[in-house]
């Protein structure tokens, strides 16, 4: 089955850091735009940072000098894994985090092809 795998997350104090991956399978991450979205309760996924097949990055302001978009295009599987390094976390960005693939973009909006099954990320004292 295709899809991406999501590891990472947990409860972490303010100023802390953790590392959101997201590992494909059954496909070739490498021809893909990999999208970070999150979803706080009551509110809109929004996005968070995306990185292209090419490595153009781009970042939402909210979290632009904190975290930090990268990928592998090989991995341990050899379909490509994903990163998100989220550092100096704050309250608000508590949320389920969620990666996502497209073939032909991406961007902010969230129209990917494909998602991860989101991953819990709390920032608490």
């Known amino acids: 089955q295709l899809q991406l795998v999501q590891s990472g997350g947990g409860l972490v104090q303010p100023g802390g850091s953790l590392r959101l991956s997201c590992a494909a399978s059954?496909?070739?991450?490498?021809?893909?735009?990999i999208g970070w979205f999150r979803q706080a309760p009551g509110k809109a996924r929004e996005g968070v940072a995306w990185?292209?097949?090419?490595?153009?990055?781009?970042?939402?302001?909210s979290v632009k000098g904190r975290f930090t978009i990268s990928r592998d295009n090989a991995g341990n599987t050899g379909y490509g894994v994903g990163y998100l390094q989220m550092n100096n976390l704050k309250p608000e960005d508590t949320a389920v985090y969620y990666c996502a693939a497209d073939q032909l973009g991406g961007g902010f909006t969230p129209d990917y092809d494909y998602w991860g099954q989101g991953t819990q990320v709390t920032v608490s004292s």
């Open positions: 990185i292209s097949s090419s490595g153009d990055t781009n970042y939402a302001d």
């Open positions: 059954l496909f070739y991450l490498e021809d893909y735009t």
